[in-house]
């Protein structure tokens, strides 16, 4: 589950479009001496979209039923809320991410697996705040784990429009660990874009879900107070 043939795609694709933003900083950010620095201290509140790529072992206990699902693609929203507990250099706060994939199984029927996290991270930012790298991160932390698997059946006639029906649900948790690096583009004197690149990974270690690993790309509007 954790070859490196399997994270190589994933890892490059997510450090291509990392390197790509890095480039367009050079270009569209303004030379310090016009633009005032983007200093960050108080609170933060985020919001983030994008897409990830996933993989789930399912049936741990059962040799014979083991899944290793391989690399799947998925959407990652994101929900941050947290606190400079440094000014301008350590960011502590919670982040909520999750990727979602679903799968036609035996004729319409669906399988739908959700993995959420709710992450205490600390971000780094190491370059000078005068210049292009003050926008540049890493963060790295831990926290709650929870996956989900819904199986889903066709129906007709809703009155509400539902196309399909959950029939059977089961939610368990664990740890979650979270590495990533960042970039962020200030637009105004507390608002910033950027986007990041992370890897998540979930050790559940129950009935249904063993682990999984998620590497979302997101891109991020952050507000500071």
Known sequence: MHSGNRHGPVIR?????????????????????????????????????????GEVTLFPGDDDLRVESGWKSGVAPQ????????????LAMIANQQWLYEQGILAEDKMRINAQNWNLVLHW???????FWGGLYFQAGAGYANNRLTLLVPIEDDPHGNKFEEIYKVDEQGVAYQFGIGYEFRLGKSVAIGTQVAYVHQDIDGTIFEESDVIPINLTLNWYW
């Open 13 to 53: 694709r997510g450090a291509g479009i990392l390197a790509l933003l890095l480039a367009m900083g050079l270009v569209l950010v303004p030379d310090a001496g016009a633009d005032p620095i983007h200093r960050r201290d108080g609170v933060i509140f985020g919001i983030g979209i994008g897409v990830s790529q």
């Open 79 to 90: 929900l941050r809320l947290g606190y400079a507990v440094v000014k301008n250099r350590l």
């Open 125 to 131: 930012y190491p370059g000078n705040l005068n210049n």
